[in-house]
């Protein structure tokens, strides 16, 4: 049990890093996971790269609190209707990605999840942050503050979050993207983003546990501690990633990230071609 909690807090420490970089969680984990397998079934070993997730919400909702706190006492009447009407801004953002996820989530798996479609999607979207930030390199935003953000840039935002169904594409890399090509600075992309991957993943984490139960799945000792251990070591990861996030953002573009994804796809690539060649 010993050697698969010291795993569990690898793939905390990779998902706690990779969930709120624009970089991609699932390239990252597919290759730890050729790397480094976690001794459980498969039933649990997919679920788990999903409900691990539930550490990092934890670290936006602790983070953040007070701004997403409706009910705070120290808010006047007047904030605590913004932070409701923020809310219902982000619930309308997160219903594309919602439906299309519960009627295409295990098609997507199936068609896409392969080493070709997350290398593709690695470099694809690499390229386009490097575009997207040199055509807006000294421009000014429209939107300033995630407060700013009207009902149909959200809805917008969300539209993109669905291009994150398909594996390497990296859930907030499609809506950070997306935000900046509405005219959204990057840290109220950035802050939006976190805030939309709440209900996004806490739905997401939720499907994919009624899943595994549903299918007469049992969970072992050892799987409860990789699940607990992986969770915390994420959780306690995403607290230090965000505020490292939102400080670089203020001074610095995605385009960093973009040549990192880029290359973190051609060496998916080139291990794709090696396991080939192999088997």
């Known amino acids: ?36 397998t976690l001794n459980v079934s498969e039933a649990f070993s997919e679920m788990f790269d999903v409900v691990i997730q539930l550490g990092a919400i934890l670290a936006v909702i602790v983070l953040f609190f007070h701004k997403l706190n409706p009910f705070s006492p120290k808010k006047s009447s007047r904030q605590r209707n913004a932070t409701w009407i923020l809310w219902f801004k982000v619930i309308v953002a997160v219903l594309p990605s919602a ?12 068609h896409f999840y392969n080493y070709v479609v997350v290398a593709a999607a690695l470099i694809l979207y690499g390229v386009a942050f490097i575009y997207i930030e040199r055509i807006h390199a000294g421009k000014s935003f429209a939107i300033r503050k995630v407060e700013q953000i009207d009902w149909k840039t959200a809805l917008l935002i969300g ?24 005219g959204v600075s990057r840290s109220a992309a950035s802050e939006f983003s976190f805030f939309l991957a709440i209900p996004t993943m806490l739905g997401a984490s939720l499907l994919k546990a009624v899943k595994f139960l549903l299918e007469g799945n049992a969970i072992t000792v050892t799987e409860t501690m990789v ?11 995403s607290l230090f990633v965000i505020r490292a996030l939102m400080q670089y953002v203020r001074k610095h573009s995605f385009s960093s990230f973009g040549f990192y994804r880029i290359a973190l796809g051609a060496l998916v690539l080139v291990y794709a071609g090696i396991q080939f060649f192999v088997k």
């Open 227 to 237: 699940l607990i251990v992986g969770s915390v070591v994420s959780f306690l990861v």
């Open 1 to 36: 049990m010993f050697i698969e909690i010291l795993k569990a807090v690898v793939f905390g420490i990779v998902e706690g890093i990779t969930e709120w970089l624009p970089v991609s969680s699932t390239g990252h984990l597919i290759l730890l996971n050729e790397f480094l």
């Open 99 to 110: 439906v299309l996820g519960l009627l295409f989530d295990d098609w997507f798996d199936e």
């Open 159 to 182: 539209a993109f979050q669905c291009l994150a169904l398909i594996p390497g594409t990296s859930r907030s890399g499609s809506t950070i993207l997306g935000a900046i090509m509405l």
